[in-house]
């Protein structure tokens, strides 16, 4: 992962650990066509988030994996 990758990953994932958020909103946010920042691909990838079903609507929320991605020390 590169390493403008990782503040902007951590940012994600601050973001959605706070609560969860609409499938639609996560993607307006942090979807991205750039190669080289490919945060919501790189989060997905790496588990530190899922796509669950909240009733009808979809929703992205935090994983274990992420949790503990975002309390390890970092930049």
Do not use: H, K, N
């Not at 951590?10 to 946010?29: G, I, Q, S, T």
């Not at 935090?62 to 390890?72: D, P």
């Amino acid at each position: 992962m590169s390493d403008a990758v990782t503040p902007l990953l951590r940012d994600l994932l601050a973001w959605v650990a706070v609560a969860d958020r609409p499938y639609e909103d996560v993607m307006e946010a942090w979807r991205t066509s750039c190669p080289r920042l490919p945060v919501w691909e790189e989060a997905v990838d790496r588990g530190l988030v899922a796509q669950v079903r909240d009733g009808r609507a979809a929703v992205v929320r935090i994983t274990g994996a992420g949790r503990t991605f975002l309390a390890a020390p970092g930049p």
